[in-house]
């Protein structure tokens, strides 16, 4: 019989028959058979959830620890991704280490699934004993973070930033004032121009003539960016040793120390401001608003010390890093530096009697794309700060462990050559509109990933684009910037490549010429900065 009616059979009569009619198999080996079937789809299962990302080979216990460089390291990942792929694991210690190179595999992680990736790693000596856990870019993702960016967040709108900006361009009038006269103190006195500008508007103070708020400011920082490096302490490679006791464990009050000096020094500076608002001072400035708001925000003096010292701390060298590489692109790139100063004479007349201003920011198209330019083709941030994920999670097939630190590689996004064709070359072009539009404020921060990704976004991003926009239209309007020549007259060129070492990347020491471009812009600069 070839057709039949399944209502007049049983389950057990539809596995018999199938067997005899598809296999010739009895029940039992249908059995077997359908155990091994389930096994191996189970076992290929298990083998896809733990398959791990490609990498380079660890070493017994300390993993790839030795391969990382503590220079460059965007290089070094770069390379492994292109021999790996876009996306590659390393093990630091027991630690697990997932570097992405591709914008895509970053939007997916950092920012689609960014409820799980928007934590840090903990750092003993950093974190816990230097900063008793209170440093807003260290710490771990939940409330006090919350709190923390929120607190930052209320003054970094829009609204606000307009507020800010007479503090700006004062700030770089002296800058510019400095520049003429010594002008061979250019990087300190960038560092200058960005210190003082985010100290007034946090403290409401500028930095003392003597230069030591200054020193004690870029001292704290050089050595915390020092800290935070994986390799700078070996209880950060084995938290382990944190159980050691004091005698055996000299670093700890080395952290300790270094947290006593910067404590003492941010909480002076706030509790100045208290004074000042206590004794009816007209105080506009962030730490003002810190302490009106401090039941509701509900801080404690350290965090409130911390948060505060976070936007100089974080904006300080970033910002100063931007406009130091904008002086390198121009004495590589003169013709850029010419066609900028030639919009800027169109728009405020070739005399040299009026500045840049932000309300000029929408006539200065070729100017914006020029700063975005910069900070695209040298991110100071180059691998932003790394990210680390709560749970395990699957991507693209991989096994993610809990407690992996991401690290995406913002170097990598800016030199791929399909986002960014020929991407070695300084070309503000490519962010130039289409059919002669303009580019706003806003434009400032869109298309590079300058400013890190998902949750943990810069707070300050827009202050900082702000800033550095109007600190280089005021140097291209007062300055031609040119390379020192040697006795043959060849320029000296500094290498682009070239950093101070750190996860960070400012330029390493170099020297360039900055010439007034006539008496006229001589005058005006001295008589605003009287
Ligand atoms: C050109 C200058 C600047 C650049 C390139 C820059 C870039 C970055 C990057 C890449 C991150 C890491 C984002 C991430 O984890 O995904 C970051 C974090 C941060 N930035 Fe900036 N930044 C600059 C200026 C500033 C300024 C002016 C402030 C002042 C408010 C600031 C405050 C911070 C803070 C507090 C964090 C830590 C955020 C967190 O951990 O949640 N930055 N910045």
Redesign the pocket.
Known sequence: MSSFNAALFSRKDIGKYVSEQVTGLDGVTILVLGFFVAYYLGLGYLRQSTNLPPGPKPLPLIGNMLQVPTEGSWLYFHSLCKKYGPVVRLTLGRDEMLVLDELEDINEI?VKRSRNYSS?RSLVYAGKYRSVDRR??L?PYGTL?KKQ?GA?LQM?NAEDLGSCEHIQTRGTMKLLSDILETPTNAYMSIKWYTAET?LTLVYGKKLGEDGNDLRKLLHIIETFIRDVHPRSHIVDMLPVLDRMPDALAPWRSEAQRKHEYEITFYTGLLKEVKKRVDEGENTECFAARLWEMANKIDLDEVSMAYVAA??VE??TD??A??ILWFLVAMMHYPAVMKKAQAELDKVLGPEGHTPPEFQHLEQLTYCVALVKEV?RWM???PI??P?RSLEEDIYKGYRIAAGTTIV?N?WAVHHNESLYPDPFKFEPERFMPADGGILNLKSLNEGHS?????R??????Y???K??WIGVVRLLWAFDITPPVDASGAPILPDPAACRPGITAEPDTFKVVMTPRSEVHVQSIKRAAE
Do not use: D, K, Y
Not at 450 to 454: A, M
């Open positions: 950092l840090r807003l870019g710490l973070l960016r930052i970094m985010l976070a936007i974080a904006g970033n910002t890093g931007t900070i991110p100071t941030a932003s700060m990210h995406p913002i300058g400013f890190g990704f998902g943990r976004i810069c707070p300050g991003q202050l900082a684009a800033t550095v």
